[in-house]
């Protein structure tokens, strides 16, 4: 194998880098207008009127939309994840707001004119007149019987009610040692990539047909939704995405905007382009993470954990039609993790509040499971008076345990998680730090070292959507012997491209240059779900290798008879088939190609189908949706997982914390490119990093979102961000072709539990102990003090 | 309200029409059609707009295209077209590439430019001079390890 | 994007701006001169300020001239925040002026946003007028009715609001020539690089021959709306042994003084006023060391 395994630079890579890339704001057509959007600038109220007449008067203005008009020109938009088909509650969302708003931001109206100044000053000119209604953005306030409602219909502001049970949770506790309990709370931010969403629609009112260029990870259920939405044909409708700037999950669903600009383009028969600014994106683009998690454990006295009690209350805003409280949902299926405590009950209340709307990011959950399974160890590790990697060491899910079903359903699939673990620590120098952490404690510096460890399920696959597990890709081979691959999974800058036409050009036997890979176009390429759950590579690259393995077949037919031997005897590298062991009997691949095409009729093709194509769909073996005994189904395929050590010191005068070191052995199956996945993880863990520590989306009681810029919204630069020190440990899934795992999205959960792990070491000569986030330096300084007046803010024992 | 404006942009001279409240960053992708120059904030925080402005990197949506006027702009499409000696990269993209230093490639122009005006100023950084010297262009995929990896190559190479 | 018309002026010299400006007043139309635009035009891309006129100074020649005048460093208000960090007459004879410019915002930041433009902004944050402050600096104010020149202590005013009126155009500023042996440093608390100061201490100390204090200066941002001086114990300090007790004095002294800090989301009036008191000693720690 070539080139699987090796260090290939991204094959977008010397375009991205001279600046051509196509980005979709960066593509024009003639005669296209530009759309404003209007946003509410209440947390919840009525809409009494709007008066849309000066704008409509405004110069350059074509076309002027409120809620009214939207209802009579389209339906709700599907959600990605219907909370209803999972017990839920629901509600009907349009393009734009219809009667009332939930959050500061919501869409209440829009403009399209000739230019975008004069679409910004139309939409300043609409008049929307409303009535204040009282604002709840506190979930366990709003889970209160009289607290303001959100939707007055459902009675209720809980979104959702789920349990997961397992074994005889009171027997374990009534068995136990020691039980203690506790409270975490993780804060709302968001994924903010650095390309803001953008949409170019274009409706031809000659053709009957919308084109959408727009900044997506799924365009065929993109096109799937706007069908559904607009009444259109998906055959109507064509969507492209071009180069996306990031993502991380914000781009997975059908945001309103997507719909809105093609039903602004089909009323004004020009194309419409919107490009959202950051403030919007902030407000309205998609937020994440903020939960309490509350749990109570019981364990023996030599650390063993025998029940776990988990109570999650997730704070999703306001319901969008983006999928985002699915977090939640996933953030209870996943515990407790990579642990075996067979006695275990979530139970978990997804709750509605006058703040934006959650939406996908990188972690969708895992990282709070993540979180809350790390302080529970960490939490038990106290208690027991053990070390904190001995705790975990002793409740890891053992080796030869796999696939090892967890209560919820999840079905990991394969790992050595003691290894993974008692390898960083060797990488980190785990055993020997006490002794520098004391001498530096000499001169008055306060270094922690923190471990964690993540369990990051991915490939979810969730029944009744398009959230699945399986992906297809078409391999084609020209008459010169290119090859092109058109997948169904896409890259927002995650280099899947690059691992794919890997996997074809090693298939194929062909230089890698030969192979251009065709992505996110609904025209050109097999259905597919798109990119998410760290699911492209090892999903479409599975698709993509079965369809390579089909053509190399076709290939080494023709070349064998063409050489006078069995297809068996044949080598093929860079384009060459060999004789195996006579150097001067070959064909080129590409005389094979141009055979195949040209003489169908001929010698050596005569006997076959013609052509050099291939669409293959690949599923994951191992997902169930038929639920087993215990009512349980498995919605992931796979489960990679990293062990981590951080290093970290604490200014214990400002609250400052400084990562000095970050250390993992990450287990992503088998590793396509190093350099890609080191890329990815290094990403991941910056992100998780900044969640931590940096980043907040922050509200005050009226529900106005106090950092909406990049000025208080502050995302960490070089100076704050260590190199990640990655170590690979490969257990190959069973489950793929080439025993790949999903690799991207895992990094982005561990620096919560094993940074506040390490802050706690640190901080351990005044048993400091940390429950909420983020770990700003007030925070901290703030437990310092607290903790020398007496109160360490420890767990409840 | 326009005003006409004459400057160089990319080596070439240039005169335009502009809408007086137009941003350089808007000017060069709308007008010049120049769209290697992206933009992520408007608020001058997140660099993707930074462009080369009379010698000196500058965030383009802090600036006003009609103040340019007599000024000389280089864009991340004309530095390439300079940076061209041999092949058809310049050294700093190279290592970039080689290193995988971008991933989306939405901050890619900027950080390249940011380099550039780095190395030119301190051809051998430290980590840390690295890490001060790109901190306005913020990476949010975030390759900042291998961006600093790249940096660090390319330092080396012209050491020896 | 900036939302609102504007109508765009390019002076050449002071006097056109000043008469720019005075007609826009007569006219009772809101214009805002623009320099470096690291403060203005986010402001205006946000929608939080919209004028109707915009008068650059950017082509007005001289503004950015660095001359030392006597005891006097005059610095143009047109002078870039890189400029002052790498100006080798600033680096010998008011060091501290280089060390604050050299960590405002970030590179481009710096390349492009001027002192005048910081000023006439003017953000409770911001680095140079605190330092400004403790060098009891000069400012010359040309409006239309001539120049007059406004002392630190009275230029900024409140909170985002300094002395200079709507019409006049700020033109120079003056510091004194700091002597060799006086140590200075300016430190600065942010929440990621290239942030606003949460706090910002400037401190100088010039020693005697036994090592006594002979003065101290320090002033301070984040402490009040406005930067605040430590006038009272500047005077007392003076012949005092500088060791940690004089150090610690400083520092207790900066945090009575910081008793009405603008509190933010990260930092409240409580946190920021300890770390007024870190940050003083770290200030003057380093200004000591540096000290001949
Ligand atoms: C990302 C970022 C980070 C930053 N970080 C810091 C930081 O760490 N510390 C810090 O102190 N600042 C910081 N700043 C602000 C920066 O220092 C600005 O450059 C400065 O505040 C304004 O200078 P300017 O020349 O850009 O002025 P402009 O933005 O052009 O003008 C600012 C204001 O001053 C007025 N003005 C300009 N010149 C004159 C004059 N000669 N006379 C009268 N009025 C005048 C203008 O009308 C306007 O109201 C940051 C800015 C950005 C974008
Ligand atoms: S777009 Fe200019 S700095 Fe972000
Ligand atoms: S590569 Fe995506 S933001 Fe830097």
Sequence with gaps: MAYIGSAVSGILDAKLVAGKGQYTADVSLPGMGYMAVVRSPYAHARILSIDTGAAQQHPGVRIVATGADIKQWSRPIPHTLNPSAFGGKTTDIYCLAIDRVHYVGTPVAAVVADTRHA?????????????????????????????????????????????????????????????????????????????????????????ERLTLWVSTQAPHPLRTTLANTLEMDENDIQVIQPQVGGAFGVKIPTYQEDPLACLLSKRTGKPVKWVEERTEHLMAGGHAREQ??????????????????????????????????????????????????????????????????????????????????????????????MDRAAVRLKNFVPKDEFPYVQISGATLDSGDYAKALQDVMDKAGYQSFAEEQQRLHAQGRYIGMGVGFELTPEGGCIPDSFIGGYEGATVRVSP??????????????????????????????????????????????????????SRSLFMGGSASLYAAREVHHKVLRVAASMLKTAPE????????????????????????????????????????????????????????????????????????????????????????????????VHDCGTVINPLLVEGQFQGAVAQGLGGLIYEQ????????????????????????????????????????????????????????????????????????????????????WRMIQAAKNGNNGGAKA | ???????????????????????????????????????????????????????????????????VAGSAVTTIEGWTQDARQSGDLHPIQDAFVKHHALQCGFCTPGMVLSVQQLLKEKPNPTEAEIRHGIAGNLCRCTGYASIVKAVQEIARMSSE | MIRAPLQFHRPHSIDEAVRLLSQCAQDGEDAKLLAGGQSLLPSMNLGLVAPAHIISLNHVTGLDAIRRDDDMLAIGAGTTHRSLAESEVVQTYCPILSETAACIGD????????????????????????????????????????????????????????????????????????????????????????GFAIVGVGACLGLNSDGTCRSIRVGICGAAPVPVRLTAIEDTLKGKTVDDTFIEAVADAAYETAHDPVAELHAAADYKREMVRVFTRRAVKTASERAA
């Design chain 3, 107 to 194: 590179v481009q930041v710096r390349n492009r946003g001027t002192l005048g433009g910081s000023i006439g902004h003017f953000d409770p944050a911001a680095d140079y007028p605190p330092v400004l402050v403790l060098l009891d600096a000069a400012f010359r104010i040309v409006g239309p009715n001539g120049e007059r020149t406004v002392a630190a202590k009275d230029i900024f005013v409140d909170y985002m609001t300094t002395s200079l009126s709507a019409d006049e155009v700020l033109t120079e500023i003056r510091v004194p020539v700091l002597s060799p042996d006086t140590g200075t440093a300016y430190v600065k608390f942010t929440r990621v690089e290239g």
């Design chain 1, 569 to 664: 005897d044949l080598d093929c590298e860079q384009g060459r088939i060999r004789v195996k062991g006579q150097a001067d009997r070959e064909v080129a691949f590409n005389d094979v190609a141009e055979y195949v095409h040209k003489r169908p009729f001929d010698h050596h093709a005569f006997d076959m189908e013609p052509g050099l194509e291939s669409t293959r769909y690949f599923r994951m073996g191992n997902i169930h949706h038929v639920p087993d005994d215990k009512g349980r189904i498995n919605t992931y395929p796979s489960y990679p997982y990293a062990a981590c050590v951080a290093v970290v010191e604490v200014d214990i005068e400002t609250g400052v914390v400084t990562l000095l070191r970050y250390v993992t």
């Design chain 2, 1 to 67: 309200m326009h005003t006409t404006i004459q400057l160089t942009v990319n080596n070439a001279p240039c005169e335009a029409t502009v809408d007086t409240r137009t941003l350089l960053v808007d000017f060069l992708r709308d007008q010049l059609d120049l769209t290697g120059t992206h933009l992520g904030c408007a608020t001058g925080n997140c660099g993707a707009c930074t462009v080369v402005l009379d010698g000196l990197t500058v965030k383009a949506c802090t600036v006003l295209a009609a103040d």
């Design chain 1, 292 to 385: 309490t998690l509350k749990f109570s454990v019981a364990c023996k006295a030599d650390g063993t954990v025998v029940g776990l009690k988990v109570r999650i209350i997730g704070d999703v805003g306001a319901l969008a039609a983006v999928a985002g409280w699915g977090m939640s949902y996933v953030a209870s299926f996943v515990v407790p993790g990579p642990y075996k405590i067979p006695n275990c009950e979530v139970d978990l209340s997804i709750v509605v509040t006058n703040k934006g709307p959650w939406n996908a990011y990188r972690g969708f959950g895992k990282e709070a499971a993540s979180f809350l399974m790390d302080r529970v160890m960490d939490r038990v590790a106290d208690t027991v008076q």
């Design chain 1, 119 to 207: 679409a910004t000053e139309a939409a300043n000119l609409i008049e929307v007149e409303y009535a204040d209604l009282p604002v709840v953005i506190d979930a366990e306030r709003a889970l209160e019987p009289d607290s303001p409602l959100l939707y007055p219909e459902w009675e209720t502001n809980e979104l959702m009610h789920v349990r997961f049970q397992g074994g005889d949770v009171e027997r374990a506790f009534a068995d136990a040692d020691h039980i203690l309990d506790d409270t975490l709370h993780l804060h709302r931010h968001t994924a903010t990539p650095l390309e803001p969403r953008a949409a170019l629609a274009h409706y031809d009112d000659r053709a």
């Design chain 1, 480 to 533: 010169s012997g290119q090859v092109t691959v058109l997948t169904g999974v896409t890259s927002p800058g995650s280099g899947n491209e690059t691992g794919i036409a890997q996997i074809v050009a090693d298939a194929l036997g062909v230089p890698l240059s030969t192979v251009r890979v065709v992505q996110g176009d609904t025209q050109a390429c097999p259905y597919g779900l798109g990119n998410w759950s």
């Design chain 1, 697 to 780: 989306l922050s509200y005050d009681d009226n529900g106005q979102l106090q950092t909406g810029t990049f000025m208080d919204y502050t995302l960490p630069t070089a100076v704050e961000v260590p190199s990640v020190e990655i170590h690979h440990q490969e257990v190959p899934s069973p489950f793929t072709p080439l025993g790949t795992k999903g690799a991207g999205e895992s990094g982005v959960s561990s620096p919560f539990g094993t940074i506040v792990s390490a802050v706690e070491n640190a901080l351990m000569p005044f048993g400091v102990k940390i429950h909420d986030t983020p770990l700003t330096p007030q925070r901290v």
